[in-house]
């Protein structure tokens, strides 16, 4: 009986030291899900289509980071049509109509110029929506904002940098997090009212 109960009571400390112990992130770790979590708060930032193809199409025109001349080329195009996009997307608006649609235009100096459908403005109306110095602003800051995206793309980055030494890989490290947040504390001080292509509307 004295060793059944010795036994018994050796054998907690037997499953204490057989359970596994947690083991804290490592710093890659948590670059890694920091990395994540910053490229998912910088695309809400963009025009959700211009982010989603490039998010989709990367990987396949980048070869997963194993690039030859061919695809290099095809993921420089990629990333400068997307970066594009960004910008030229900032400057547009939407509007319903009477009917509840949702109609798009690009700003101008005089006013919201409609591209979708045929509806046409008052001259008064349409001045609510002309062009101001916060939308070149706000465009600038979207290059910025997926430069930063695109430099967080390891495949993208492996694309362009395949070996970088040392001084590189801190550059690649730092600057997207540096734009991103320095863009989001910009995007915060200057909030936009513009709805454009690839954002989201409001119900007002």
């Known amino acids: 009986m004295d060793i059944n ?5 050796a054998d907690p400390l037997l499953e ?28 809400n930032l963009l025009p959700t289509g211009s982010v989603l193809a490039f998010q989709v ?19 420089a195009a990629l990333v400068a ?16 109509d009477g009917d509840g649609n949702v109609c798009y ?18 001259p008064e109306v349409a001045a609510k929506y002309r062009l101001r110095f916060i939308d070149f602003m706000h465009a600038f800051m979207s290059i910025m904002v ?12 492996n694309c362009f940098y395949p ?11 730092a600057l997207p997090v540096g734009l991103g947040v320095v863009c989001s504390m910009l995007f915060v001080v200057f909030p936009t009212q513009r709805h454009g292509i690839g954002f989201p509307v409001t119900t007002n």
């Open 146 to 157: 997926f430069a930063a995206v695109t430099l967080f793309n390891q495949d993208v980055v």
């Open 57 to 75: 199409l990367s990987p396949i025109f980048a070869n997963q980071g194993a690039c030859d001349p061919m695809s290099r080329g095809m993921t």
């Open 16 to 43: 204490r030291t057989l359970l596994p112990e947690s083991v804290e992130k490592t710093l890659i770790q948590k670059a890694i899900s920091q990395t994540f979590q910053s490229t998912a708060h910088l695309a």
């Open 163 to 173: 070996s970088p030494s040392d001084e590189i890989k801190e550059l690649l490290t």
């Open 5 to 9: 109960i010795e036994n018994q009571e």
């Open 105 to 122: 235009g690009f700003a101008t100096i005089r006013g919201l110029y409609v591209i979708d459908g045929n509806i046409s403005l008052a």
């Open 81 to 96: 049509l997307c970066g594009l996009s960004c910008f030229l997307f900032s400057f547009t608006d939407s509007f319903k």
